[in-house]
Protein backbone atom coordinates (compact mmCIF):
# COMPACT_ATOMS: atom_id res chain seq x y z
CA UNK A 1 0.00 0.00 0.00
CA UNK A 2 2.97 2.56 0.97
CA UNK A 3 4.69 1.54 -2.01
CA UNK A 4 1.69 2.84 -4.26
CA UNK A 5 0.88 5.50 -2.45
CA UNK A 6 4.60 6.27 -3.14
CA UNK A 7 4.51 6.07 -6.56
CA UNK A 8 1.57 8.35 -6.84
CA UNK A 9 3.24 11.00 -4.71
CA UNK A 10 6.39 10.24 -6.70
CA UNK A 11 4.17 11.01 -10.03
CA UNK A 12 2.19 13.70 -8.81
CA UNK A 13 5.29 15.59 -7.46
CA UNK A 14 7.15 15.55 -10.86
CA UNK A 15 3.91 16.27 -12.55
CA UNK A 16 4.02 19.78 -10.46
CA UNK A 17 7.66 20.62 -10.15
CA UNK A 18 7.06 20.44 -14.22
CA UNK A 19 4.63 22.26 -14.08
CA UNK A 20 6.49 25.11 -11.38
CA UNK A 21 3.38 25.05 -9.00
CA UNK A 22 4.62 23.17 -6.01
CA UNK A 23 6.80 25.76 -4.48
CA UNK A 24 3.02 28.51 -4.62
CA UNK A 25 1.53 25.59 -2.86
CA UNK A 26 4.14 25.45 -0.14
CA UNK A 27 4.14 29.44 0.79
CA UNK A 28 2.00 31.49 -0.40
CA UNK A 29 4.23 34.69 0.23
CA UNK A 30 0.77 37.04 -0.33
CA UNK A 31 -1.47 35.10 1.89
CA UNK A 32 1.14 35.39 4.49
CA UNK A 33 1.88 39.11 4.30
CA UNK A 34 -2.26 38.96 4.30
CA UNK A 35 -2.75 37.47 7.35
CA UNK A 36 0.23 39.05 9.26
CA UNK A 37 -1.61 42.81 7.75
CA UNK A 38 -4.56 41.83 9.07
CA UNK A 39 -3.68 40.38 12.57
CA UNK A 40 -4.49 42.23 15.33
CA UNK A 41 -3.28 41.39 19.18
CA UNK A 42 -6.10 39.49 20.62
CA UNK A 43 -8.11 41.14 23.74
CA UNK A 44 -8.39 39.39 26.71
CA UNK A 45 -10.79 36.80 26.21
CA UNK A 46 -9.77 35.96 23.14
CA UNK A 47 -5.98 35.11 24.54
CA UNK A 48 -7.58 33.11 27.08
CA UNK A 49 -9.39 31.09 24.19
CA UNK A 50 -6.80 30.87 22.30
CA UNK A 51 -3.73 29.43 25.05
CA UNK A 52 -6.87 27.10 26.29
CA UNK A 53 -7.32 25.43 22.74
CA UNK A 54 -3.13 25.54 22.86
CA UNK A 55 -2.84 23.78 26.33
CA UNK A 56 -5.21 20.81 24.93
CA UNK A 57 -1.52 19.97 22.76
CA UNK A 58 -3.98 20.25 19.35
CA UNK A 59 -1.72 22.86 17.75
CA UNK A 60 -3.05 26.34 16.54
CA UNK A 61 -3.51 27.30 13.02
CA UNK A 62 -1.86 30.34 10.95
CA UNK A 63 -4.22 32.52 11.93
CA UNK A 64 -3.85 31.96 15.53
CA UNK A 65 -0.88 32.44 15.88
CA UNK A 66 -0.33 35.39 13.68
CA UNK A 67 -2.82 37.11 16.55
CA UNK A 68 -0.37 35.96 19.30
CA UNK A 69 2.64 36.88 17.22
CA UNK A 70 1.08 40.80 17.70
CA UNK A 71 1.11 40.37 21.59
CA UNK A 72 3.01 42.90 23.57
CA UNK A 73 1.98 43.41 26.72
CA UNK A 74 4.55 41.69 28.99
CA UNK A 75 1.49 39.93 31.57
CA UNK A 76 0.11 38.77 28.21
CA UNK A 77 3.31 37.51 26.67
CA UNK A 78 4.54 35.94 29.88
CA UNK A 79 0.39 34.27 29.74
CA UNK A 80 1.75 32.70 26.24
CA UNK A 81 5.31 31.80 27.86
CA UNK A 82 3.30 29.86 30.63
CA UNK A 83 1.43 27.78 28.61
CA UNK A 84 4.18 26.87 26.36
CA UNK A 85 5.46 25.39 29.66
CA UNK A 86 3.44 23.63 29.99
CA UNK A 87 2.73 22.24 26.88
CA UNK A 88 6.31 21.49 27.06
CA UNK A 89 6.27 19.68 30.00
CA UNK A 90 3.29 17.91 29.16
CA UNK A 91 4.39 16.43 26.14
CA UNK A 92 8.13 16.06 26.55
CA UNK A 93 8.38 16.12 30.63
CA UNK A 94 11.96 16.79 31.73
CA UNK A 95 13.79 15.27 28.79
CA UNK A 96 16.14 16.88 26.81
CA UNK A 97 17.80 14.94 23.89
CA UNK A 98 21.50 15.80 23.12
CA UNK A 99 24.04 15.91 20.25
CA UNK A 100 26.76 16.67 18.27
CA UNK A 101 27.39 18.13 15.16
CA UNK A 102 30.33 16.87 13.29
CA UNK A 103 31.44 18.97 10.01
CA UNK A 104 32.84 17.04 7.53
CA UNK A 105 33.69 20.23 5.13
CA UNK A 106 33.66 23.73 4.91
CA UNK A 107 34.18 23.93 0.85
CA UNK A 108 31.53 25.41 -0.28
CA UNK A 109 30.58 27.24 -4.16
CA UNK A 110 27.69 29.61 -2.42
CA UNK A 111 28.22 32.66 -1.14
CA UNK A 112 25.65 33.25 1.42
CA UNK A 113 25.99 36.44 2.82
CA UNK A 114 25.49 35.44 5.98
CA UNK A 115 27.30 32.45 6.30
CA UNK A 116 31.53 32.21 7.35
CA UNK A 117 32.07 29.15 4.71
CA UNK A 118 30.98 31.53 1.71
CA UNK A 119 33.04 31.65 -1.15
CA UNK A 120 34.14 34.93 -0.92
CA UNK A 121 35.65 34.32 2.16
CA UNK A 122 39.34 34.03 1.06
CA UNK A 123 40.38 33.66 4.76
CA UNK A 124 39.23 30.56 5.49
CA UNK A 125 41.45 27.92 5.20
CA UNK A 126 39.02 24.85 3.04
CA UNK A 127 38.91 21.36 4.03
CA UNK A 128 36.89 18.40 3.86
CA UNK A 129 37.47 15.38 6.03
CA UNK A 130 38.54 11.92 4.77
CA UNK A 131 36.88 8.67 5.80
CA UNK A 132 39.93 8.40 8.56
CA UNK A 133 39.95 11.59 9.48
CA UNK A 134 35.83 11.44 10.26
CA UNK A 135 36.37 8.27 11.99
CA UNK A 136 38.87 10.22 14.46
CA UNK A 137 36.59 12.76 14.91
CA UNK A 138 33.87 10.50 15.74
CA UNK A 139 36.42 8.25 18.39
CA UNK A 140 36.73 12.06 20.04
CA UNK A 141 32.81 12.02 19.96
CA UNK A 142 32.15 8.66 21.32
CA UNK A 143 35.11 9.29 23.93
CA UNK A 144 33.58 11.66 25.33
CA UNK A 145 30.29 10.02 25.41
CA UNK A 146 27.47 11.13 22.32
CA UNK A 147 25.73 9.26 20.76
CA UNK A 148 23.88 11.48 18.19
CA UNK A 149 25.62 13.05 15.39
CA UNK A 150 24.55 15.43 12.84
CA UNK A 151 26.87 15.51 9.97
CA UNK A 152 27.33 18.98 8.17
CA UNK A 153 28.14 19.23 4.74
CA UNK A 154 29.10 22.82 2.79
CA UNK A 155 28.07 22.63 -0.95
CA UNK A 156 30.46 21.37 -3.32
CA UNK A 157 31.25 18.80 -5.87
CA UNK A 158 33.35 16.91 -3.60
CA UNK A 159 30.61 16.39 -0.94
CA UNK A 160 27.90 14.60 -3.21
CA UNK A 161 25.77 11.60 -1.79
CA UNK A 162 28.39 9.24 -2.47
CA UNK A 163 30.10 10.96 -0.13
CA UNK A 164 27.90 11.54 2.26
CA UNK A 165 27.50 7.98 2.25
CA UNK A 166 30.85 7.29 2.66
CA UNK A 167 31.05 9.43 5.53
CA UNK A 168 27.76 7.96 7.29
CA UNK A 169 29.03 4.77 6.85
CA UNK A 170 32.89 5.79 8.21
CA UNK A 171 30.60 7.07 11.19
CA UNK A 172 28.79 3.38 11.97
CA UNK A 173 32.14 1.66 11.47
CA UNK A 174 33.58 3.37 14.23
CA UNK A 175 33.37 2.08 17.49
CA UNK A 176 35.26 2.24 20.91
CA UNK A 177 34.68 -0.61 23.50
CA UNK A 178 31.40 0.06 24.48
CA UNK A 179 30.31 3.15 22.40
CA UNK A 180 29.31 4.44 19.21
CA UNK A 181 27.01 6.68 17.12
CA UNK A 182 23.81 4.92 17.27
CA UNK A 183 22.24 7.72 14.91
CA UNK A 184 23.41 10.01 12.05
CA UNK A 185 21.43 12.97 10.67
CA UNK A 186 22.81 15.03 7.71
CA UNK A 187 22.29 18.77 7.34
CA UNK A 188 23.48 19.14 3.79
CA UNK A 189 22.25 21.05 0.47
CA UNK A 190 18.80 19.31 -1.29
CA UNK A 191 19.23 16.53 -3.06
CA UNK A 192 17.38 15.08 -5.81
CA UNK A 193 15.25 12.12 -5.90
CA UNK A 194 17.65 9.83 -7.69
CA UNK A 195 20.43 11.02 -5.06
CA UNK A 196 17.88 10.62 -2.28
CA UNK A 197 17.42 7.07 -3.20
CA UNK A 198 20.88 6.21 -3.35
CA UNK A 199 21.12 7.91 0.55
CA UNK A 200 18.35 5.84 2.08
CA UNK A 201 20.25 2.69 2.23
CA UNK A 202 22.93 4.43 4.24
CA UNK A 203 20.46 4.67 7.45
CA UNK A 204 20.16 7.83 7.93
CA UNK A 205 17.84 9.65 10.78
CA UNK A 206 16.82 13.34 9.71
CA UNK A 207 17.55 14.82 6.64
CA UNK A 208 17.41 18.58 7.42
CA UNK A 209 17.34 21.51 5.27
CA UNK A 210 17.03 24.65 6.30
CA UNK A 211 15.27 27.21 4.24
CA UNK A 212 16.91 30.08 5.83
CA UNK A 213 14.27 32.52 4.68
CA UNK A 214 10.85 31.74 3.28
CA UNK A 215 11.00 35.58 1.99
CA UNK A 216 11.53 35.53 -1.66
CA UNK A 217 13.05 38.64 -2.36
CA UNK A 218 15.04 38.21 0.92
CA UNK A 219 16.08 35.08 -0.43
CA UNK A 220 17.14 36.12 -3.47
CA UNK A 221 19.67 38.60 -2.05
CA UNK A 222 21.15 36.35 1.17
CA UNK A 223 21.61 34.00 -2.32
CA UNK A 224 23.29 35.81 -4.99
CA UNK A 225 24.66 32.73 -6.49
CA UNK A 226 25.68 29.02 -6.61
CA UNK A 227 23.23 26.56 -6.43
CA UNK A 228 21.79 27.78 -3.14
CA UNK A 229 19.90 30.44 -5.30
CA UNK A 230 17.71 28.91 -6.25
CA UNK A 231 14.72 29.50 -3.89
CA UNK A 232 12.34 26.63 -5.49
CA UNK A 233 14.64 23.44 -5.37
CA UNK A 234 15.08 24.02 -1.71
CA UNK A 235 11.88 24.99 -0.65
CA UNK A 236 10.43 21.56 -3.09
CA UNK A 237 13.04 19.02 -1.14
CA UNK A 238 10.93 17.27 0.44
CA UNK A 239 8.75 16.27 -2.53
CA UNK A 240 11.91 14.67 -3.31
CA UNK A 241 12.95 13.11 -0.25
CA UNK A 242 10.05 12.05 1.39
CA UNK A 243 9.08 9.70 -1.85
CA UNK A 244 12.60 8.73 -2.14
CA UNK A 245 11.72 6.87 1.49
CA UNK A 246 13.81 9.48 4.10
CA UNK A 247 10.29 10.28 6.10
CA UNK A 248 12.06 12.00 8.93
CA UNK A 249 12.33 15.52 8.03
CA UNK A 250 14.00 18.78 9.54
CA UNK A 251 12.98 21.95 9.06
CA UNK A 252 14.69 25.20 9.79
CA UNK A 253 14.36 29.13 9.78
CA UNK A 254 17.90 31.47 10.40
CA UNK A 255 16.17 34.13 12.35
CA UNK A 256 17.32 37.89 12.02
CA UNK A 257 16.97 37.79 7.58
CA UNK A 258 13.94 39.24 7.33
CA UNK A 259 10.52 39.43 9.82
CA UNK A 260 10.27 37.11 12.13
CA UNK A 261 6.57 36.74 12.42
CA UNK A 262 6.82 36.54 8.70
CA UNK A 263 9.12 34.16 8.74
CA UNK A 264 7.23 31.88 11.36
CA UNK A 265 3.66 31.99 9.38
CA UNK A 266 5.52 30.52 6.45
CA UNK A 267 7.43 28.00 8.56
CA UNK A 268 3.93 26.63 9.98
CA UNK A 269 2.52 27.20 6.35
CA UNK A 270 5.58 24.51 5.62
CA UNK A 271 4.88 22.20 8.00
CA UNK A 272 1.02 21.88 7.73
CA UNK A 273 1.79 21.23 3.80
CA UNK A 274 4.38 18.18 4.55
CA UNK A 275 1.22 17.30 6.82
CA UNK A 276 -1.72 17.51 4.74
CA UNK A 277 0.25 15.67 1.65
CA UNK A 278 2.36 13.56 3.07
CA UNK A 279 0.54 12.79 6.53
CA UNK A 280 3.87 13.35 8.24
CA UNK A 281 4.68 17.10 9.70
CA UNK A 282 8.61 17.86 9.94
CA UNK A 283 10.47 15.83 12.31
CA UNK A 284 11.86 18.50 13.65
CA UNK A 285 12.04 22.47 13.50
CA UNK A 286 15.59 24.34 14.14
CA UNK A 287 15.43 27.76 15.14
CA UNK A 288 19.21 28.74 14.66
CA UNK A 289 19.35 32.98 14.97
CA UNK A 290 22.38 34.76 12.96
CA UNK A 291 25.27 35.30 15.08
CA UNK A 292 28.45 36.78 13.72
CA UNK A 293 30.76 35.20 11.04
CA UNK A 294 34.17 35.58 9.48
CA UNK A 295 33.87 37.94 6.36
CA UNK A 296 29.44 37.19 6.23
CA UNK A 297 28.30 40.89 6.14
CA UNK A 298 24.30 39.77 7.36
CA UNK A 299 25.87 37.78 10.26
CA UNK A 300 28.09 40.78 11.17
CA UNK A 301 24.44 43.55 10.52
CA UNK A 302 21.80 41.32 10.18
CA UNK A 303 18.77 43.00 8.11
CA UNK A 304 16.30 41.86 10.51
CA UNK A 305 17.46 41.63 14.14
CA UNK A 306 15.78 39.31 16.74
CA UNK A 307 16.03 40.74 20.03
CA UNK A 308 15.89 37.58 22.75
CA UNK A 309 12.50 38.84 24.58
CA UNK A 310 11.26 38.17 20.08
CA UNK A 311 13.74 35.04 20.13
CA UNK A 312 11.66 33.48 22.86
CA UNK A 313 8.80 34.28 21.67
CA UNK A 314 9.16 32.37 18.25
CA UNK A 315 10.25 29.47 20.65
CA UNK A 316 6.83 29.49 22.63
CA UNK A 317 4.80 30.12 19.35
CA UNK A 318 6.75 27.21 17.74
CA UNK A 319 5.60 25.10 20.40
CA UNK A 320 1.76 26.29 20.97
CA UNK A 321 1.48 25.89 17.16
CA UNK A 322 3.54 22.27 16.63
CA UNK A 323 3.35 21.16 19.95
CA UNK A 324 4.66 17.11 18.93
CA UNK A 325 7.66 18.37 16.74
CA UNK A 326 10.76 18.01 18.06
CA UNK A 327 12.41 21.73 18.37
CA UNK A 328 16.21 22.12 17.98
CA UNK A 329 18.28 25.04 19.71
CA UNK A 330 21.85 24.83 18.94
CA UNK A 331 25.30 26.36 20.60
CA UNK A 332 24.59 29.89 18.61
CA UNK A 333 22.59 30.66 21.71
CA UNK A 334 24.14 31.61 25.21
CA UNK A 335 23.53 29.35 28.03
CA UNK A 336 21.28 31.25 29.60
CA UNK A 337 18.93 31.65 26.41
CA UNK A 338 19.21 27.85 25.95
CA UNK A 339 18.30 27.54 29.66
CA UNK A 340 14.84 29.62 29.58
CA UNK A 341 14.36 28.66 25.80
CA UNK A 342 14.31 24.91 27.09
CA UNK A 343 11.89 25.41 29.20
CA UNK A 344 9.56 27.50 26.61
CA UNK A 345 9.61 24.25 23.89
CA UNK A 346 13.20 23.39 22.87
CA UNK A 347 13.62 19.56 23.20
CA UNK A 348 16.72 19.00 21.80
CA UNK A 349 20.35 20.85 22.17
CA UNK A 350 23.26 20.39 20.81
CA UNK A 351 26.59 20.47 23.28
CA UNK A 352 30.06 20.81 23.13
CA UNK A 353 30.24 21.85 19.68
CA UNK A 354 33.14 22.72 17.29
CA UNK A 355 31.90 24.46 14.05
CA UNK A 356 34.48 23.55 11.62
CA UNK A 357 36.19 20.33 9.94
CA UNK A 358 38.63 18.78 12.55
CA UNK A 359 37.42 21.13 15.47
CA UNK A 360 37.10 18.24 17.69
CA UNK A 361 40.87 16.48 17.36
CA UNK A 362 42.15 19.95 16.50
CA UNK A 363 43.16 21.18 19.84
CA UNK A 364 43.40 24.34 19.21
CA UNK A 365 40.74 25.46 16.30
CA UNK A 366 40.93 28.67 14.81
CA UNK A 367 37.87 30.39 15.78
CA UNK A 368 37.85 31.80 12.46
CA UNK A 369 37.89 28.62 11.11
CA UNK A 370 33.79 28.68 12.57
CA UNK A 371 30.79 28.64 10.34
CA UNK A 372 29.30 30.85 13.33
CA UNK A 373 30.14 32.53 16.73
CA UNK A 374 29.30 29.95 19.59
CA UNK A 375 27.45 31.02 21.74
CA UNK A 376 27.60 28.46 24.95
CA UNK A 377 31.15 26.74 24.69
CA UNK A 378 30.76 24.52 27.72
CA UNK A 379 31.60 20.69 27.54
CA UNK A 380 28.88 17.80 27.37
CA UNK A 381 29.37 17.34 30.51
CA UNK A 382 29.27 20.78 31.66
CA UNK A 383 25.90 20.97 30.35
CA UNK A 384 24.63 17.57 31.36
CA UNK A 385 25.56 18.86 34.84
CA UNK A 386 23.87 21.99 34.28
CA UNK A 387 20.33 20.11 32.83
CA UNK A 388 20.92 17.58 36.47
CA UNK A 389 20.90 20.27 38.17
CA UNK A 390 18.07 22.27 36.79
CA UNK A 391 16.26 19.07 37.14
CA UNK A 392 16.47 17.97 33.39
CA UNK A 393 16.72 14.08 32.32
CA UNK A 394 19.16 14.18 29.43
CA UNK A 395 18.43 11.85 26.73
CA UNK A 396 20.76 10.17 23.75
CA UNK A 397 17.95 7.79 22.98
CA UNK A 398 17.96 7.38 19.39
CA UNK A 399 15.27 4.39 20.24
CA UNK A 400 12.87 5.16 17.06
CA UNK A 401 14.72 5.23 14.74
CA UNK A 402 16.45 2.00 14.89
CA UNK A 403 13.10 -0.31 15.85
CA UNK A 404 11.85 1.87 12.50
CA UNK A 405 9.23 4.08 14.24
CA UNK A 406 9.77 7.07 11.92
CA UNK A 407 7.43 8.84 9.54
CA UNK A 408 4.19 8.41 9.60
CA UNK A 409 4.49 5.39 11.88
CA UNK A 410 6.25 7.94 14.58
CA UNK A 411 3.21 10.34 13.97
CA UNK A 412 1.19 7.89 14.75
CA UNK A 413 2.41 7.81 17.96
CA UNK A 414 3.44 11.26 18.74
CA UNK A 415 -0.12 13.04 17.86
CA UNK A 416 -1.99 10.66 20.22
CA UNK A 417 0.93 11.24 22.77
CA UNK A 418 1.99 7.88 23.23
CA UNK A 419 5.68 7.94 22.62
CA UNK A 420 5.63 9.72 25.73
CA UNK A 421 5.63 6.55 27.43
CA UNK A 422 8.95 5.22 25.54
CA UNK A 423 10.62 8.39 25.75
CA UNK A 424 11.06 8.40 29.53
CA UNK A 425 12.55 4.65 29.86
CA UNK A 426 14.78 5.12 26.56
CA UNK A 427 16.14 8.25 28.55
CA UNK A 428 16.64 6.90 31.52
CA UNK A 429 18.92 3.89 29.78
CA UNK A 430 20.82 5.96 28.18
CA UNK A 431 21.37 8.60 30.52
CA UNK A 432 22.56 5.47 32.92
CA UNK A 433 25.17 4.92 30.18
CA UNK A 434 26.70 8.04 30.23
CA UNK A 435 26.55 8.08 34.08
CA UNK A 436 28.68 4.91 33.77
CA UNK A 437 30.94 5.16 30.92
CA UNK A 438 31.77 9.21 30.78
CA UNK A 439 30.42 11.12 33.21
CA UNK A 440 32.93 13.32 35.68
CA UNK A 441 31.87 12.17 39.60
CA UNK A 442 30.17 15.58 39.99
CA UNK A 443 27.88 14.78 37.41
CA UNK A 444 27.43 11.24 37.83
CA UNK A 445 26.16 12.21 41.43
CA UNK A 446 23.52 14.40 40.19
CA UNK A 447 22.36 12.32 37.52
CA UNK A 448 21.92 9.42 39.78
CA UNK A 449 19.48 11.71 42.22
CA UNK A 450 17.98 12.42 38.59
CA UNK A 451 17.34 8.89 37.91
CA UNK A 452 16.36 8.20 40.96
CA UNK A 453 13.19 10.85 40.53
CA UNK A 454 12.14 10.61 36.96
CA UNK A 455 12.20 6.33 37.84
CA UNK A 456 8.94 7.14 39.84
CA UNK A 457 6.97 9.08 36.93
CA UNK A 458 6.68 6.11 35.01
CA UNK A 459 2.87 5.60 35.76
CA UNK A 460 2.60 2.03 34.37
CA UNK A 461 3.93 -0.62 36.60
CA UNK A 462 5.38 -3.00 34.71
CA UNK A 463 7.00 -0.39 32.42
CA UNK A 464 8.74 0.97 35.50
CA UNK A 465 10.03 -2.71 36.77
CA UNK A 466 11.22 -3.52 33.59
CA UNK A 467 12.69 -0.05 33.28
CA UNK A 468 13.86 -0.83 36.57
CA UNK A 469 15.87 -3.99 35.52
CA UNK A 470 17.39 -2.71 32.48
CA UNK A 471 19.06 -0.08 34.48
CA UNK A 472 20.68 -2.96 36.65
CA UNK A 473 21.86 -4.54 33.64
CA UNK A 474 23.87 -2.04 32.72
CA UNK A 475 25.65 -1.83 35.95
CA UNK A 476 26.59 -5.15 35.31
CA UNK A 477 28.35 -4.49 31.94
CA UNK A 478 25.13 -4.41 28.89
CA UNK A 479 24.68 -1.51 27.06
CA UNK A 480 22.29 -0.48 24.42
CA UNK A 481 19.00 -1.55 25.78
CA UNK A 482 16.09 0.06 24.84
CA UNK A 483 12.03 -0.36 24.24
FE1 LIG B 1 27.82 27.30 1.76
FE2 LIG B 1 25.76 26.55 3.25
FE3 LIG B 1 27.43 28.46 4.10
FE4 LIG B 1 25.78 28.96 2.06
S1 LIG B 1 25.18 28.49 4.22
S2 LIG B 1 27.96 29.51 2.17
S3 LIG B 1 25.70 26.98 1.04
S4 LIG B 1 27.92 26.31 3.81
FE1 LIG C 1 12.92 10.19 20.41
FE2 LIG C 1 11.62 7.87 20.11
FE3 LIG C 1 13.57 8.05 21.88
FE4 LIG C 1 11.27 9.24 22.33
S1 LIG C 1 11.60 7.03 22.22
S2 LIG C 1 13.30 10.15 22.62
S3 LIG C 1 10.68 9.90 20.28
S4 LIG C 1 13.80 8.28 19.67
Redesign the pocket.
Known amino acids: MRGRRTGIAIARKTQMVEQGVVAEQIIDEAAVSDTLGAAQAPEAARLDELLAKARECQGLTRDEVAELAQVEAPDEVEAIFEAAREVKSRIYGE ?1 V ?1 LFAPLYVSNECVGNCLYCGYRRDNRELERRTLSPDEIGAEVRWLIDHGYKRLLLVFGEYHCNDVHAMVRAVEAVYETRRGPGAIRRVNINAAPLSYEDFCVLKPAGIGTFQVFQETYHRATYQQAHPSGPKANYDWRLTVWDRCFPAGTDDMGLGVLFGLHDWRWELLALLDHAAYLDRTYGVGPHTISVPRLEPALNAPWANDPPAPVSDDEFKRIVALIRLAVPYTGMILSTRETADMRRECMRLGISQISAGSRTSPGGYTDHHPDEDERQFTIGDGRSLDEVMHDLCLMGYLP ?1 F ?5 RAG ?1 TGED ?1 MAL ?1 KPGK ?1 HQ ?2 LP ?2 LLTFKEYLLDYASPATREAGERIIRGHLQDIRRASLKEQTEARLQRLEAGERDLY ?1
Do not use: K
Not at 397 to 401: D, L, Q, R, S
Open positions: RVSCTACYRFAIMCNAF
